[in-house]
């Protein structure tokens, strides 16, 4: 079973920030934060991930809390081709471990 | 860079028939993750191939065999098809000597449809 928690559907402005939340409550220690997104039909993709420290890269930014049990994942400006269901997975940082996906969250960025 | 590709895109099965699915890994990559996903639902865990050899395996019967090449290419197979097996099939790349903290590329998927 997948160990994070998200919400099933969120909406956002185009042009303005999107914000998804995901709760990890039960991470370990070794364990990081990754984030996908699959626009419909396609497979997913990668967009950014982190142990502890906040991270940021050309797609988005991910915030994790100090003790680690939650993440926000930031799209700045949202357009509306980042309409995708995004996933939120922790994984272990060892070879040959498999990603865990849950249902994730559907945003919908709206004109 | 051609990323991690798939054949077929689409397919058409009948009950009790087999299926061969094929994935060719980013270039660089060395290990390949195969997944299952049902409409609604997030991708779950096949198998996954490294140095020939299944290295981890989900929640699938033995219907489920894979193969890997030693070129880094994939095969997945899929004997004595069940309706249920209707799916988008999902293959992933990634390569193993960046020490496990490392993300997966996906390909564009073989939908999968059982008659």
């Known amino acids: 079973d997948a160990k994070t928690t998200q919400p099933p559907s969120m909406d956002c402005a185009e042009g303005r920030a999107a914000n998804l939340p995901c709760n990890h409550s039960?991470?370990?220690?070794?364990?990081?934060v990754y984030w996908y997104r699959q626009i419909h039909s396609q497979g997913p993709q990668y967009i950014i991930h982190?142990?502890?420290n906040n991270e940021t890269n050309e797609m988005a930014s991910l915030i994790i809390t100090e003790d680690r049990k939650s993440s926000t994942l930031i799209l700045p400006h949202a357009t509306l081709r980042d309409t995708a269901v995004y996933y939120c997975?922790?994984?272990?940082?060892?070879?040959?471990?498999?990603?865990?996906f849950g249902p994730g969250t559907r945003l919908s960025v709206l004109p | 860079d051609a990323g991690v590709t798939q054949s077929p895109t689409h397919l058409i099965k009948t009950r009790g028939q087999q299926v061969t699915l094929r994935c060719s890994p980013k270039?660089?990559?060395?290990?390949v993750s195969w997944y299952q996903q049902a409409l609604g639902q997030g991708p779950q865990f096949i198998f996954q191939?490294?140095?020939?050899?299944?290295?981890q395996r989900g929640n699938f019967p033995d219907r489920f065999s894979g193969h890997q090449f030693p070129n880094y290419s994939s095969e997945l197979n899929v004997n004595a098809l069940l309706l249920g097996d209707s799916a988008l099939y999902l293959c992933?790349?990634?390569?193993?000597?960046?020490?496990?903290?490392?993300?997966?590329?996906f390909g564009p998927g073989t939908r999968l449809t059982v008659l």
């Open positions: 992933a790349s990634s390569a193993d000597s960046s020490g496990g903290n490392n993300e997966q590329f």
């Open positions: 039960t991470i370990s220690g070794n364990e990081y």
């Open positions: 982190g142990l502890k």
């Open positions: 997975i922790v994984r272990v940082a060892r070879h040959g471990q498999n990603f865990v």
């Open positions: 270039s660089g990559h060395d290990t």
């Open positions: 191939y490294y140095e020939e050899e299944e290295r």
